[in-house]
């Protein structure tokens, strides 16, 4: 059973249909408490940084996906939910993250030729295993949409890198947190064996 996040914010019902193409059984809810006992985490995000991270403060939402992530539940950030794991967001301002994987959410720097938003299919270049990328190969293609991204102070935390400009984070991991910066809803076969990797990940007896 997969969880998702709901504070309204986000590509909810894509990201809850991509799961249930690949046959997992999905639950999309605010509850807090259903949020602690999920069996697996997933929080979406599209937009801007300060919104989303407002809305789940406002909602009461950080402290019982906090409390589940100490509990070993496996946590999957898409999109914006990949930059909330961050400490913080230098977006419009500067916001909180939750604070699991240490480092900042920046923009793009500007550069000849380089337009932003990064829109379109890149390639992911993996620097470790991980069950997460089980039948992914370096150099995988994926569909990205942001204009910011992810600078992990632990070279450790990043799971696989993309090259816009300059290399970036396209997917981190730490112990039981993921996150994916593209769209896994938009990347085909490559983003649907991901989430059906995600889906199929035992629960860690350990904490972040």
Same mark, same amino acid.
């Given at each position: ?54 809305? #789940? ?26 930059? #909330? ?22 923009? @793009? ?23 997460? #990328? ?9 569909? @990205? ?6 600078? %992990? ?6 799971? %696989?890198?993309?090259?816009?400009? %300059? ?21 085909? %076969? ?19």
């Amino acid at each position: 059973m997969i969880t998702i996040v709901d504070y309204e914010i986000g590509n909810l019902r894509s990201v809850e249909k991509a799961f249930e193409h690949v046959g997992v059984e999905v639950l999309r809810t605010d509850d807090p408490e259903r949020i602690r006992s999920a069996e697996r985490l997933v929080l979406p995000g599209v937009g801007a940084f300060g919104a989303c991270s407002t809305e #789940l403060l406002r909602r009461d939402l950080n402290a019982p996906v906090l409390e589940a992530v100490e509990q070993g539940v496996p946590l999957l950030g898409v999109c914006v939910g990949m930059q #909330l794991l961050f400490d913080e967001s230098l977006e419009m301002g500067v916001y909180e993250g939750l604070g699991l994987i240490r480092g900042q959410v920046v923009p @793009f720097e500007p550069a000849a030729g380089l337009k932003v938003p990064h829109i379109g299919w890149n390639q992911i270049r993996p620097a470790r295993p991980s069950p997460l #990328l089980d039948g992914i190969s370096d150099g995988a293609y994926v569909y @990205f949409v942001h204009s910011y991204h992810g600078v %992990a102070e632990q070279a450790a935390d990043v799971l %696989a890198e993309c090259t816009y400009g %300059a290399p970036f984070p396209a997917i981190v991991q730490r112990n039981n947190v993921f996150g994916l910066q593209f769209h896994p809803e938009k990347s085909g %076969a490559n983003g649907l064996r991901m989430l059906r990797n995600f889906a199929t990940l035992v629960p860690a007896s350990t904490a972040v």
